[in-house]
């Protein structure tokens, strides 16, 4: 009976743990200086806007980059800073679930004062980071797009290299249809779920 309790918490917890993955996003980057040389073991922290307590905080490695991991979706300010630099701060910093926002190279210049140089981020138009394709669409985007049902699949249709007809089944990119996945709050719905009712 104990051996089937701790199988049923151990399969619990890695459902978890899978669906967490999923529904979180990550930010990369990497600190040099103003001669773009790596700065090894700067402080960076992650802040909800208006928030004084990061949320998530970490440092840079040997070769100045960082990931800061297990992001939830959200709109955040980052803030990276070195003994002798002055503090960068980057804000408008945009997560979307289960994908990375890889930053620009932050450089940080050197000052004997304590100072801060404050960044608005631009939007990203290309994804570096991986070679996954991706979009979200919004709450206030799926108020604002007309639609004569409320069908998510319908909504497939405003994503660029999405297409259906008639006569088949909803291709992305050219792919089969059973390549495509479905997704609630970034956690698969179709296999995953499954899984985890076993």
């Not at 290299?161 to 291709?171: K, L, M, P, Q, Y």
């Amino acid at each position: 009976m104990n051996s089937r309790l701790l199988s049923l918490l151990v399969s619990a917890f890695l459902c978890s743990t899978a669906i967490f993955a999923q529904s979180s996003g990550r930010i990369s980057g990497v600190v040099t200086d103003a001669s773009g040389a790596s700065i090894p073991g700067a402080t960076i922290e992650l802040f909800l806007p208006g928030g004084a307590t990061p949320v998530i905080k970490g440092e840079s490695g040997a070769d100045g980059n960082f990931v800061l991991a297990g992001v939830r979706p959200e709109l955040y300010f980052l803030q990276v800073s070195s003994k002798g630099f002055r503090t960068e701060i980057i804000r408008n910093l945009k997560v979307d679930t289960s994908a990375e926002l890889s930053l620009k190279a932050i450089k940080l210049e050197i000052s004997a004062a304590a100072e801060s140089i404050e960044v608005s981020a631009e939007a990203a138009t290309i994804q570096t980071a991986s070679s996954e394709v991706s979009n979200t669409v919004t709450n206030a985007q799926l108020r604002l797009l007309p639609s004569l049902n409320r069908s998510p699949i319908g909504l497939l249709l405003t994503q660029a290299g999405v297409s259906s007809n008639a006569r088949s089944s909803t291709t992305i990119n050219g792919l089969r249809p059973s390549f495509a996945n479905v997704t609630f709050d970034g956690i698969n719905i179709q296999d995953n779920f499954r899984v985890c009712r076993k």
